[in-house]
């Protein structure tokens, strides 16, 4: 029912910038928290920031400083900055959805590739 749309994923070298971004669509949407996860080979997938429908965030330890999460109703971004290698993954979109029955659906997006490297 919800489709998570990415973009903005891309080649850059170390201490440089990118924009992700990330658009839900879908009939009688009601999100709540959205966010951001990544996964490199090999690796667990991993939190690298959420946004509640009330603007509070929360950040992993290895980006705080560097990334800012935003959102608008049904889009979320991604400011990175100060782009690291360790920071090359696929990077997925995240929403929780409530139900219009009490309950909620969380939902992937298909993931966009971030490659840092010089």
């Known amino acids: 029912q919800v489709q998570l749309v990415e973009s903005g994923g891309g080649l850059v070298q170390p201490g440089g910038s990118l924009r992700l971004s990330c658009a839900a669509s879908g009939s009688m949407l009601n999100i709540k928290n959205m966010g951001w996860y990544r996964q490199a080979p090999g690796k667990q997938r991993d939190l690298v920031a959420a946004i509640t429908s009330g603007g509070s965030t929360n950040y992993a330890d290895s980006v705080k400083g560097r990334f800012t999460i935003s959102r608008t109703k049904s889009t979320v971004y991604l400011q990175m900055n100060s782009l690291k290698p360790e920071d090359t993954a696929n990077y997925y979109c995240?929403?929780?959805?409530?139900?219009?029955?009490?309950?909620?659906?969380?939902?992937w997006g298909q993931g966009t590739q971030v490659t840092v490297s010089s």
């Open positions: 995240n929403a929780v959805v409530v139900r219009l029955v009490l309950g909620e659906d969380t939902y």
